[in-house]
T-cell receptor
Framework: DAGVIQSPRHEVTEMGQEVTLRCKPISGHNSLFWYRQTMMRGLELLIYFNNNVPIDDSGMPEDRFSAKMPNASFSTLKIQPSEPRDSAVYFC??????????????FGPGTRLTVT | KNEVEQSPQNLTAQEGEFITINCSYSVGISALHWLQQHPGGGIVSLFMLSSGKKKHGRLIATINIQEKHSSLHITASHPRDSAVYICAVSRSNFGNEKLTFGTGTRLTIIP
């Protein structure tokens, strides 16, 4: 398997522009996670899907952020409008999850976003 | 106070030394994860454990549920072990697999 695939790997955009990050989870995994990593706050969960349904979006910073998972093999994280403070590395991870059980998460390579 | 605390924040050691990184948590968990992040930025899951001890090559992870504490050990450390090691806990609750992360330990192994 190719592992978790993220695109683009690097994105530089101007403040106010829309940014869309993409993720393809590992085939067969039913949980998908979007994380953000910054120097100040470290790794934080933004949103978590299970069986394509958003389960926990308490980490989504504000209405400018939205995430979708239209099917089991694709998810997007959109920022509109983008701001310089959104600059970070965004990781997507996937796992196979059953209720009350924890499973190893596999991380994608990340998308480094720079908003100028 | 963070729910997951790691120590030390930074650790520099000579090649060959035995390394210990500690993680303490303050919440009930279903599992504890140790992750490795290399300078290139990629994150790899090293261990997931809910009790006892796991070993993979030169890496050993232990957890004491009663004391809410875990340790990651590296035997015969090597410069390629230089990375940030991150402890995270999951609290599986009806399928909610939210991970809460520690701030990481930056390990540098000098040849």
């Amino acid at each position: 398997d190719a592992g978790v695939i993220q695109s683009p790997r690097h994105e530089v955009t101007e403040m106010g522009q829309e940014v869309t990050l993409r993720c393809k989870p590992i085939s067969g995994h039913n949980s998908l996670f979007w994380y953000r990593q910054t120097m100040m706050r470290g790794l934080e969960l933004l949103i978590y899907f299970n069986n394509n349904v958003p389960i926990d979006d308490s980490g989504m910073p504000e209405d400018r952020f939205s995430a979708k998972m239209p099917n089991a093999s694709f998810s997007t994280l959109k920022i509109q409008p983008s701001e310089p403070r959104d600059s970070a590395v965004y990781f997507c991870a996937s796992s196979f999850t059953l209720p009350t059980d924890s499973y190893e998460q596999y991380f994608g390579p990340g998308t480094r976003l720079t908003v100028t | 106070k963070n729910e997951v605390e790691q120590s030390p924040q930074n650790l520099t050691a000579q090649e060959g030394e035995f390394i210990t990184i500690n993680c303490s948590y303050s919440v009930g968990i279903s599992a504890l994860h140790w992750l490795q992040q290399h300078p290139g930025g990629g994150i790899v899951s090293l261990f997931m454990l809910s009790s006892g001890k796991k070993k993979h090559g030169r890496l050993i992870a232990t957890i004491n549920i009663q004391e809410k504490h875990s340790s990651l050990h590296i035997t015969a450390s090597h410069p390629r072990d230089s990375a940030v090691y991150i402890c995270a806990v999951s609290r599986s609750n009806f399928g909610n697999e939210k991970l809460t992360f520690g701030t990481g330990t930056r390990l540098t192994i000098i040849p």
